[in-house]
């Protein structure tokens, strides 16, 4: 079974600019998580996807990160316009039900950003 | 959300049998209790989940007392390789919102030869 991707896996950007990120979760996973793990923390949920919609983003930055499911598969991540404090890894993960605390998650390899 | 409480580093040795416990004194009727272990670059990745008692599988055992208010993760004889980071998780989803999906700082776990 494939896992979930993401790309980039690292992006150096600078202050000011906009990056995006992409993530293919799990065929068949309904929920989609974006976190965001800045060093030497535990991750952080940013937003949760059941199928095309949002079921939390209480903790997205929306006045610079946005973030889109396509079609209940997909998802994208942008930030516009960065901080430095933006640095850190963006992990996506997918669930096959989600919106339960017992549901395992799959974590993708993350991407790391850092904003200089 | 329950809140947990985990110790921030930890050292053993290989072929010992480590124990990471995890406090959750306000844990709900609903809750579960999951445990994930990362390691450097790498996602979070799934170790095992329960409800109450005893929980085992091919890599660790769980043991929830009857209160809940605690849990302890047991990794049997481990190896250098279990060196990574074990975080504990409280949730049921059983509303909306983040659900137990709060990730504290977890527990470092350094085994030594």
Sequence with gaps: ?116 | LAKTTQPISMDSYEGQEVNITCSHNNIATNDYITWYQQFPSQGPRFIIQGYKTKVTNEVASLFIPADRKSSTLSLPRVSLSDTAVYYCLVGDGSGGGADGLTFGKGTHLIIQP
Excluded at chain 1, 77 to 96: G, N, R, T
């Design chain 1, 1 to 116: 079974e494939a896992g979930v991707a993401q790309s980039p896996r690292y992006k150096i950007i600078e202050k000011r600019q906009s990056v995006a990120f992409w993530c293919n979760p799990i065929s068949g996973h309904a929920t989609l998580y974006w976190y965001q793990q800045i060093l030497g923390q535990g991750p952080k949920l940013l937003i949760q996807f059941q199928n095309n919609g949002v079921v939390d983003d209480s903790q997205l930055p929306k006045d610079r990160f946005s973030a889109e499911r396509l079609k209940g598969v997909d998802s994208t991540l942008k930030i516009q316009p960065a901080k430095l404090e933006d640095s850190a890894v963006y992990l996506c993960a997918s669930s096959l039900r989600g919106g339960r605390g017992r549901d395992e998650q799959y974590f993708g390899p993350g991407t790391r950003l850092t904003v200089t």
